[in-house]
């Protein structure tokens, strides 16, 4: 059995669901599809896309010791279905990935099992992880890797995964064959398009980050524009709403990673009770889930855009309450809120 048939075997033995591999080199397109995005601003506020450019264009120039990309994917799968929670207006709607444990730490310690089976086999290999936040395009790399490909709404899916996965990247000095591309297989298809509330695709295969609500939930600083804050309804963080319509989630795999299984106070959590959370309250609730790290004024900013669009009067005092808070993005929050329930 070759170097490469042992490492998908023990990939998956660690828990990936698919592998791949590329070449460094293998996305010539990337810096110039990364360029004209940045130029034209539609990646917002999030400054790190357009940093380091050429690392993230290029991944021969993050590591140019680097011979062979490996691309892990590692399935999500929700066990409900995450576009049912957008009927409960008193309850908030949380994306899948994010209810539960922080996939970067699971996915990375795996990587790095998977990584230190491949040094111990190969003398003299090394090799560096990446999980989402180094400077690399997962997505186009996981592409030329085989995996999958990118679709309309710009997340990587696949024939026998749906779209419900995480990819990790293992960038070493060995030499190992690459996989043969996919290509797009998305057709005349238009479901992930045609259901977002915020129209943030300009075209299908383009995103404008600035009208997504995963960004605008998660990545967006201050108060979000008065025009797109009714159509953030109660999703309070992320948005699944895209890849929940996929046609291709028929294929879709279950979820091996119990960790990834929806918490019970996180899987419609009322409105009315995330609101009263402390800066305290909200870390404690929220350790070790991604959550945690866009703090308690960003979050109850969101809680409180989810109870002004409840039309649940009832609400209208846990609005109340925080019309004066510290945080001005907040107060401003709650006061929006108020005006909408009154």
Not at 5 to 15: H, I, K, N
Not at 62 to 67: F, Q
Not at 168 to 176: H, K, L, M, Q, R
Request: glycine share 6%.
């Amino acid at each position: 059995m070759s170097l490469k048939d042992r490492l998908r075997s023990q990939a998956l033995a660690e828990g990936f669901s698919k592998m791949g591999v590329c070449k460094p080199d293998a996305i010539p397109e990337a810096p110039e599809r990364l360029a004209a995005f940045v130029e034209k601003g539609l990646h917002g506020q999030m400054a790190w896309m357009s940093e380091r450019m050429t690392w993230r264009g290029n991944p021969s120039a993050l590591w140019p010791e680097a011979r062979s990309v490996i691309m892990l994917a590692e399935v999500y799968t929700p066990d409900h279905d995450p576009l049912e929670s957008l009927k409960l207006r008193d309850r908030a709607a949380i994306s899948v990935y994010a209810q539960n444990r922080d996939y970067h730490d699971m996915v990375k310690k795996r990587l790095k099992r998977v990584g230190r089976w491949l040094i111990d086999q190969a003398e003299g290999a090394e090799i560096k992880v990446f999980v989402d936040t180094a400077p690399v395009m997962e997505k186009p790399l996981a592409q030329a890797a085989g995996l999958g490909w990118q679709g309309k709404h710009t997340n990587l899916l696949a024939r026998d995964l749906g779209n419900w996965f995480f990819l990790g990247a293992i960038f070493t000095t060995v030499e190992i064959d690459p996989d043969t591309a996919q290509t797009d297989n998305c057709g005349s298809c238009r479901a992930c398009l045609d259901i977002c509330p915020t129209s943030a695709f300009p075209a299908p295969f383009q995103l404008d980050a600035r009208r997504c609500i995963s960004y605008l939930t998660i990545e967006h600083k201050g108060p979000v524009d008065l025009e797109l804050r009714s159509k953030l309804g109660n999703r309070i963080y992320g948005c699944d709403d895209c890849l929940a319509v996929c046609p291709w989630n028929k294929f879709a795999q279950d979820a091996q990673e119990v960790r990834y299984a929806a918490r019970d106070d996180l899987r419609a959590p009322y409105l009315e009770e995330l609101s009263q959370l402390t800066d305290t309250a909200f870390r404690e609730r929220f350790s070790g889930s991604p959550i945690k790290r866009i703090g308690r004024d960003r979050f109850v900013r969101n809680v409180l855009y989810a109870i002004g669009n409840s039309q649940r009067p009832e609400l209208i005092d846990a609005a109340r309450n925080l019309s004066d808070d510290r945080d001005p993005t907040v107060a401003d929050a709650a006061r929006w809120a108020v005006e909408r329930l009154i």
